[in-house]
């Protein structure tokens, strides 16, 4: 019966959980009662959040801690002095005098209380001072520290901005310092992901060789490509932005991310004039359509590939093209005088009486360097000179000077068809292909002699001196000869010496000991021939073993100086574009004898006006004792001419296939 009547009761229900859990439920303890931290580690929490927040609400927060002990302990003060006043504005007054007296160490008597009052007072007081002190001159130690970092913001207008860093800058720094020199006032700011203390100290040494003290230079630390960065040193209000690619493997890729740092921190509206340069050649499109339109962008390995061909083709034409490129002496100017509009080309170069007239630059930017005679001067062109500055040059009404006695006739085929010559090149880098194919238009014959261990297409098999044909799309790494087993050099009209191979940290060492080798008893191409040499760094210059018939093309030079030029100048860049194409009119030593007999006494002016006759445009003379040529000497000067001097002058280029206004390495984008 029990059993039946325990079935029958139904189960009952609960709407709460049970106390105790079935044993087979975990256990869920009871999440336990956390403290808050003691007022000690929050009150140096708050302190350490208002300390970091600087300097301001340091000082604002110990004046109120202080002020609150100060101000108390001198009521008290006050208040239990005899002599104090009896009105209550008379006791603040006392208050005040008393809290505004709380350096005086002990300067109260009377109980013991009242001496420990002023003891506190002064202890608070010279901990507020101490500490004050301390902030500022905390806050003075950040702010030049941060000056010191070159983090700080510049404020100049016009000035010349020159973005990364490279074998370029101080060159181009160099040659901006000495073109500002000519102002009144003038800055270069540089900025690059640098040191600032060692930018500077590089920089300094060229600042005190150009003799500029009134130009500011002004070096500045961040990353050119970072807008955050490139907007302290204010690129909308620079005169020009020059972009220079990094020694690094991805510097074209930097140049590019530069260069849209500043379209994007400058906007299109008010855009600046940009000067750029790219190390390859196949990367001068992409740096074109991010600099914009107006921009001119260089390209580095084309410009030292046709220097290096242009010195091979003209022997002791390497000092020239430096001495044309740089301010010291003369340089290209570019002048509008209204007043010559309607002259020849051929009254121009009679009438400028202190520079040599070049050519002349069309409206729309198009160069014509020595055109015909007769061109004529239209409205709006520009007339192209070679003068010692930038002020205008003297024009006159003076006839042209008398002819002079017709020299004798040249050799036939001196500047046309003539028999392939020989150059041998020794070492290859990247610049190889294109330096043999443009030898190859000019007419020589370019050979490569190789280290142990290589072969040529077409050549003998390895283990000895190699000579074959330069193939064009083969650019092995040449290894060095020992020095006791230095094979004798094949015989050729030229040796061109190119540095690398690429990649390597110092691709002049290579340059250093194939010079080595050239002087090197017994061992010389030959007597009198000529040997072109590259360097890749102009402190190298001086550690070149040269002889008397050798030419040093430090490329990343030339390519500095083209830079401070075109900066300067816009319009120049299609000038220098012209003179450094394969296929225009190019820079050219020819013997004097070409224009007027040997023994000729006559003044350059007659010699300019004999040039012209004979389709060239004179713009100096190299004496035969000498190497150092003189640009733009004065046209008045009388002097006997011999066979061994040579003038130099701006001519069609042997191999000329039609005028070009645009050269590869020197690129200026179109208008939109």
Known sequence: MRKERRSTVPPQRTSRPAAVPPPSAPVRARPRYRPDPPLRDRTRYWIDRTVVKGMTAAAGWLALVCLA??????????????????????????????????????GEGGPPLRIALSVLLALVSLLYVSTLVGLVTTAFTDRLT????????????????????????????????????????????????????????????????????????????????????????????????????????????QVVKTLLAVRAVVGDARPVRIVAAVRQTRHLGTARLAAGPGAVVLDVDGIAARALVQCVAEPGL???????????????????????????????????????????????????????PRTVLRPGDAV????????????TAAPAAPP????????????????????????????????????????????????????VPGGPGPGGPLLGPVQPGRVPAPAPYPAESVPPLPAADAVLVLGGPDGHPDPDEHTLVSLLRLRAAGRGPGPGVPVVAELTESRHRPLAPVGPGTDLVVGGRLVGLLLAQISGTAELAAAFGELFSPDGHTVRLRPVTDYVPAGTEASFA?????????????????PGDTRVPLLNPPKDGVRTWSRQDALIVVAPARTSRGRRSEAPGVATTGQE
């Open 606 to 622: 007659a010699l300019v006006e004999a040039a012209g006759r004979r389709g060239a445009t004179a713009l100096g003379y190299r």
């Open 69 to 106: 002990v100060v101000a108390p302990a001198s009521a008290l003060l006050v208040w239990t002095d005899a002599g104090s006043p009896v009105t209550f504005r008379g006791k603040l007054a006392s208050v005040w005098r008393t809290a505004g007296q709380t350096l005086r160490l002990g």
């Open 384 to 395: 192209v000179v070679l003068a010692e500055d930038a002020a205008p040059p003297t024009w």
């Open 146 to 253: 941060e000056l010191h970092r070159g983090q700080s913001t510049v404020v100049e207008r016009g000035h010349t901005l020159v973005l990364g860093w490279s074998e370029q800058t101080p060159t181009l720094v160099a040659e901006l310092l000495a073109a500002h020199a000519q102002r009144r006032r003038g800055a270069v700011v540089v900025l690059a992901d640098r040191d600032k203390p060692e930018m500077e100290r590089e920089l300094r040494a060229v600042a005190a060789a150009a003799g500029t003290r009134r130009v500011r230079l002004l070096c500045r630390r961040g990353r050119p490509a970072d807008p955050a960065a490139l907007a302290r040193v204010g690129p909308a209000a620079a005169g020009t932005v020059v972009v220079l690619p990094p020694d690094t493997p991805e510097g074209d890729t």
């Open 404 to 455: 002079l006695p017709a020299p004798a006739p040249a050799p036939r085929g001196r500047d046309g068809a003539r028999a392939s010559r020989r150059v041998l090149v020794v070492g290859w880098n990247r610049r190889g292909p294109e330096i043999a194919a443009a030898l190859a238009r000019q007419g020589w014959e370019p050979v490569r002699e190789d280290g142990p261990g290589d072969s």
């Open 318 to 372: 390497a000092p020239v093209l430096e001495d044309l490129l740089d301010f010291a002496g003369a340089e290209l100017h570019v002048h509008r005088v209204p007043r010559l509009v309607g002259r020849t080309f051929a009254e121009l170069r009679a009438a400028c009486a202190d520079a040599c007239v070049l050519g002349v630059v069309r409206p729309d930017g198009t160069p014509l360097l020595n055109p015909p």
